[in-house]
């Protein structure tokens, strides 16, 4: 069964400072993953995904990840956090049957 | 181009009660999911549709069911409503469903049982 492990559910830091939101995932298949932003009261946005193509995912609002097959993560980064990067993050993977399977989040806290 | 919307956003209902949740998919989406989302399971899947078909479901009870028109809009239901039932319910599109396809998220509706 495909899962995925997100480490923190909580993450502070400090406006300017590297974002560092842990995902490890465990599938049996080369694995489709994602990142996926939730702002209050709202659905969730893409960031991000890696479909295999290169382990080096760059998405929107200036997040990327990386694929490391061997230690199974796929860990969202930004170097330079913004106050409107406050929210949360869910990580997903997309298995044979294609539905999403999330991660718990991680409520990512800017302060100024 | 259209996101995926939902109505309504917001629903209080009581208990024993049904209620049933519409979901206009991104035009040229031929797929629809539906999740749960609450605080104490995180996020769920329910059910996909494509091409009016049921096509996976989740592991809930037959309570919750769903179906899909042939314009790509979709319905849930929630019969004999629970108070467990308080939920942020998201539906997402995608075109054709394959496992490698973003699904783009709708808003959600916030269903609030008492």
């Known amino acids: 069964a495909q899962s995925v492990t997100q480490l923190g559910s909580h993450v502070s830091v400090s406006e300017g400072a590297l974002v560092l939101l842990r995902c490890n995932y465990s599938?049996?298949?080369?694995?489709?993953l994602f990142w996926y932003v939730q702002y209050p009261n709202q659905g969730l946005q893409l960031l991000l995904k890696?479909?295999?193509?290169?382990?080096l995912v760059k998405g929107i609002n200036g997040f990327e990840a990386e694929f490391k097959k061997s230690e199974t993560s796929f860990h969202l980064t930004k170097p330079s956090a913004h106050m409107s990067d406050a929210a949360e993050y869910f990580c997903?993977?997309?298995?044979?049957?294609?539905?999403?399977?999330f991660g718990t989040g991680t409520r990512l806290q800017v302060f100024p | 181009k259209a996101g995926v919307t939902q109505t309504p956003r917001y629903l209080i209902k009581t208990r024993g009660q049904q209620v049933t949740l519409s979901c206009s998919p991104i035009?040229?989406?031929?797929?629809v999911s539906w999740y749960q989302q609450t605080p104490g399971q995180g996020l769920q899947f329910l059910f996909e549709?494509?091409?009016?078909?049921?096509?996976n479901k989740g592991n809930f009870p037959g309570r919750f069911s769903g179906r899909q028109f042939s314009n790509s809009r979709s319905e849930m239901n929630v019969s004999t409503l629970e108070l467990g039932d308080s939920a942020l319910y998201l539906c997402?599109?995608?075109?054709?469903?394959?496992?490698?396809?973003?699904?783009?998220f709708g808003p959600g509706t916030r269903l609030l049982v008492l």
């Open positions: 997903a993977v997309s298995n044979n049957t294609d539905k999403l399977i």
């Open positions: 035009s040229g989406h031929r797929s």
């Open positions: 549709y494509f091409s009016e078909t049921q096509r």
């Open positions: 890696y479909t295999s193509a290169a382990t």
């Open positions: 997402a599109s995608r075109k054709a469903g394959g496992h490698q396809e973003t699904q783009y």
């Open positions: 599938s049996s298949v080369p694995p489709y």
